[in-house]
Every structure is written in structure tokens, then in C-alpha cells.
């Protein structure tokens, strides 16, 4: 990163006032140097313009001594990396103690039958792929022959990168069904609500028994972690994990096995449908042919949870271009993503006009490609939630601060009225400051995880 003139001289000047110097450093450790903290101000009547608000002539050096910082806790990369490898974290944890138990799940629930699924979008049109097998790369479309409509050859022989922005665009953007596309997404989320009652349906005629007697010998559990493919359609990884009735320590009926859990998965997702008015034709809505479903057992739960957890703080596109709600279809036009995916989200955009789509209230979720649900659910008895993880870090965070003499924090009460003052850093020197700290937080932990390992190593083990 090259540095401006007028950059170093204000790094320099910040170096130089100790004090202030001292309050970003508080304020930077207190968001635990979120890159966009958000500035709350507890103001009496009796004070003037809030410290940093647009009323201030301007804010000052030592105005975090009266600025309460927030860490923004995006789940996005793109919009914080320090919030979201936290986020990335707590999901990796909260994915972990569901199936080997532990922050308050027994420890019991690793024995029971559990499977690893990812379900996805069917085809709205051949794309570009990036295709390997063997260690050899292989062209695009081979077998493809003839011509579209639109004069467009539906072979592809091109050797394609994973890196290639053309990976996920379609080979005729006009053949493409782009309004097909964007209301899959918008009606995964009732796809999938729709899934677990066919699931539990089908389970209960494997086991030969009515589907009002299912619950007597299994609670079925889970958690679903969405991710974006770069042809802008939502891949479903999820956990499914089955439980005694009554005692989440207890395993459910000998009858239930993750092999029979995986079948009843399947025979779901080839029944489930979802009937959707497009242009005024009925469309069916439902689950893509490519269905992976995995037994779980103790040596794959760290992989399964880790590779939830990674999709976790995945946005749409990783440049950044959708991480924001649009205020205006100008504002899609404008934006720097790939042409495919522009065209998808105006899609979103333009639907979201059409009274025959109000209900779905695309507009809104046009940076989302119309997908309108939450990026991680889970049902209630899975695991803990991600706010019981939370102030479990608080809480240590707290504990640690007090055990080594820490200066008292300042401490607002709930009878405070809070203003919003802005979000950001205060001055460009400070987020390079806190982005350089974060970079040598996670150095330092790199090298922890290093000294850890080899410790770890018996005597003359060779690394």
C-alpha cells in the first residue's frame, strides 16, 4: 500500500499526541479493531453538539473519550474483515458443539445419527464453467452442439480458470431465464421450510409408521448455512442431526440412522414443489438435480464445521459491489460487479416494481439476487445461539481485563439516551492505524497456533 504525503503527515501528528494516541488504541481494542465501528454519543441536555456530529465544528483528536465505539459485526469479509472472522468464529463453534457437544450441548449428541448436506439451484441456462478432473483441466462445453435462437453456439471449448470472471455467466445472456433465476432464489427459503416437512414425511414411511407417531422416536435438528455461487444462484449447505424426543442427550430410535435420515433427505427434495406465477404462466420451483448427502462420524466434524463456518461470511460477490441495499436502479447500472450478476440484481430490481411480485418485495433484496432469507438458521435445539456465544466472549473478555489491571472502561447505563453520531474512524489515519493493528493481531495469533503445534509434537519428532 502506497501512502500519501498528507497521510503520513497525520500518522505522524497522531504518533506525537500521546494521549490521543491512547484513546484509539482503547477505542481500536474495544471493537476489536473493527474497520467500521459504529459512534453512539450519551449526551445530557445540558452538553451541546455532540462530540464528532455534524453540529460539532469538526471532530477533534480526543473526541473517543466521549464517543462510545460499537464494532460494526458485519458477517461480510468484504465489509470488515475483523467482525466477520469473529462471525466466522462463533459459527464454527456453534456448528461444532452440535455435533460434539459442549457450551451447554451434552456431549452425548456426538453419537447420534447425523448427516452433511448441500442441496442445490436447478439450471436456468447453460454457463460458463471451470471444469477439473484428474489434476487436468477440460474445456467448457464439449458436447454441446447447434446453435440458439439467437445465433449463439452452445459449445464452449475454452479452457476456464476458476479465477475467470466469465466462470457462472451464461454462454446467451438473451436465452438466460433471469427472472426464473432471481425467484428461485427468493423462494428457496419457503423450498426449504416446505423440505423439512416432506423430509420428516418420508422418514416416517421408511420407518413404517404414521408421520403423527414420528415425533415419539426422533426430533430432527439443524443447521443451514447459504452460500452464493458465481452463477448468482444460492447453493444450501446444511447438518442434520436426530435426537431422542424428550432428552437432547439421548439418541433417538434405533430405527434412525444417518443412512435412513439421508434417503428420507432425498426423496424430499425430489418431491418438494413450489408453484410460482411468472408473466402469468405457473412455474414450478424446485431443488437442482446435483444432491450431496454425507454420514457424519467424529474424524469429519472439525472438516463439516469449518467448512460451514467459511461459507458463513461469504457475500453475493466478493468485490463488495452487493453488500448494500440499492437505492435506485441507477445505482445497480453504476455498480463495478459482473455483467451477470448486474443483470440479475436489476432483474431483482425491476420485479420488485411489478405489482404481481409485491409479496416477494424484491426491490429490497436486490443486492441479495432476491434471496430474502437469513445467511445461517438453524433450528432451536441444534446447538446455542449466536448472542449465548457472545456473551460468552464478553464475559472472558471482561474477566481478562479485570485480572490484568486494565483502566475502567467507560460505562454507559441503560438510562442513557444515545445519539447516533456516524460510522467510520474519525480520520483516515486512524483506519489505517486499526487496520495495521488488526494485521498484527492476526500475525501474532499465526505464530500462537505455530508455537502451539510444535509443542504439541513429541520429543524428536521431525516438522
Keep these: 500500500m502506497v501512502l500519501s504525503e498528507i497521510l503520513i503527515e497525520e500518522i505522524i501528528q497522531r504518533a506525537s499526541d500521546q494521549h490521543g494516541y491512547q484513546q484509539l488504541e482503547r477505542a481500536a481494542r474495544a471493537t476489536r479493531f473493527c474497520s467500521r465501528p459504529i459512534r453512539l454519543a450519551s449526551v445530557d441536555s445540558t452538553q451541546g453538539a455532540i462530540p464528532g456530529s455534524p453540529g460539532a465544528l469538526g471532530p477533534s483528536p480526543h473526541d473517543y473519550e466521549e464517543v462510545y465505539m460499537k464494532a460494526c459485526g458485519t458477517r461480510r469479509r468484504t465489509l470488515c474483515e475483523s467482525c466477520s472472522e469473529i462471525y466466522q468464529g462463533d459459527v464454527r463453534q456453534l456448528v461444532r458443539s452440535g455435533l460434539l457437544g459442549g457450551k451447554g450441548v451434552p456431549e452425548e449428541v456426538s453419537g447420534h445419527p447425523a448427516i452433511f448436506a448441500t442441496l442445490t439451484a436447478p439450471s436456468f441456462g447453460p454457463v460458463h464453467r471451470s471444469i477439473t478432473k484428474g489434476g487436468r483441466s477440460l474445456p467448457c462445453h464439449v458436447s454441446e452442439s447447434g446453435s440458439c435462437p439467437h445465433g449463439r453456439s452452445l459449445g464452449c471449448l475454452s479452457v476456464h480458470q476458476n479465477t475467470d470472471e466469465i466462470v457462472g455467466s451464461p454462454i446467451c445472456p438473451e436465452c438466460y431465464d433471469y427472472k426464473g433465476a432471481v425467484i428461485w432464489n427468493a423462494a428457496s427459503t419457503k423450498l426449504w421450510q416446505r423440505t423439512t416437512i416432506y423430509m420428516r414425511r418420508a422418514l416416517a414411511r421408511l420407518v413404517g409408521i404414521p408421520v403423527s407417531e414420528l415425533s415419539t422416536i426422533v426430533r430432527i435438528s439443524y443447521a443451514k448455512v447459504i452460500e452464493y455461487q458465481r452463477r448468482g444462484l444460492i447453493h444450501v449447505h446444511l447438518v442434520i442431526r436426530g435426537d431422542d424426543p424428550e432428552d437432547r442427550s439421548l439418541a433417538p430410535s434405533p430405527d434412525i440412522t444417518p443412512e435412513l435420515i439421508g434417503l428420507a433427505l ?171 493493528r488488526h494485521l498484527e493481531r492476526c500475525e501474532g495469533r499465526m505464530i500462537a497456533k505455530e508455537v502451539i503445534a510444535e509443542e504439541a509434537l513429541p520429543q524428536g519428532a521431525l516438522i
Design 266 to 436: 432425498r426423496m424430499a427434495i425430489s418431491q418438494v414443489i413450489i408453484k410460482v406465477d411468472i408473466d402469468g404462466i405457473s412455474r414450478q420451483v424446485r431443488w437442482g438435480n446435483q444432491v450431496d448427502v454425507r454420514s457424519i462420524d467424529g474424524t469429519s466434524t472439525g472438516a463439516v464445521a469449518n467448512y460451514i463456518a467459511k461459507y458463513a461470511t461469504k457475500s453475493a460477490n466478493e468485490s463488495g459491489g452487493l453488500d448494500h441495499r440499492f437505492q435506485d436502479r441507477y445505482q445497480i447500472e453504476s455498480s463495478t460487479v459482473p455483467r451477470h450478476l448486474r443483470e440479475m440484481a436489476l432483474t431483482a430490481w425491476d420485479l420488485g416494481q411489478d405489482p404481481k411480485y409485491s409479496e416477494l418485495n424484491l426491490g429490497m433484496w436486490a443486492h441479495d439476487l432476491g434471496h430474502r432469507g437469513h445467511f445461517l438458521t438453524k433450528s432451536r435445539r441444534f446447538s446455542v445461539t449466536l448472542s449465548y456465544l457472545r456473551q460468552i466472549r464478553q464475559s472472558w473478555s471482561e474477566s481478562q481485563r479485570i485480572e490484568q489491571g486494565a483502566e475502567a472502561e467507560q460505562m454507559f447505563t441503560c438510562d442513557d439516551e444515545f445519539h447516533f453520531v456516524g460510522q467510520g474512524w474519525m480520520f483516515s489515519c486512524d483506519s489505517y492505524l486499526v487496520a495495521q
